[in-house]
């Protein structure tokens, strides 16, 4: 499984990049994707998977309540989904 997922500029347009050895650096730490689990490349821009959670955990303490849909894929994410 591919280490960079490539987002196009069209939404359904994404490709998990083949060719791992690219070095792809994040926008936010400036970390290679040789030294994180997932990085997501979009244009001009690219976030590893530790900046994603650490952005995704500030917005939800900042608004201090997550909406009932964004809670909902919350739940998914880690599992607590209703079955």
């Avoid at 998990?16 to 650096?25: A, G, H």
Wanted: glycine share 4%; hydrophobic share 40%; charged share 25%.
């Amino acid at each position: 499984m591919a280490k960079v997922v490539k987002l196009g500029a069209k939404k359904e347009s994404v490709k998990e990049d083949s060719n791992d050895k690219e070095l792809v650096y994040c926008s936010f730490c400036h970390r290679p994707n040789t030294q994180v689990l997932k990085m997501v490349q979009g244009p001009g821009v690219n976030i590893c998977s530790e900046c994603a959670m650490i952005a995704v955990q500030y917005l939800i303490l900042n608004d201090r309540m997550p909406s009932a849909e964004a809670q909902q894929i919350l739940d998914a994410f880690w599992g607590k989904a209703k079955r």
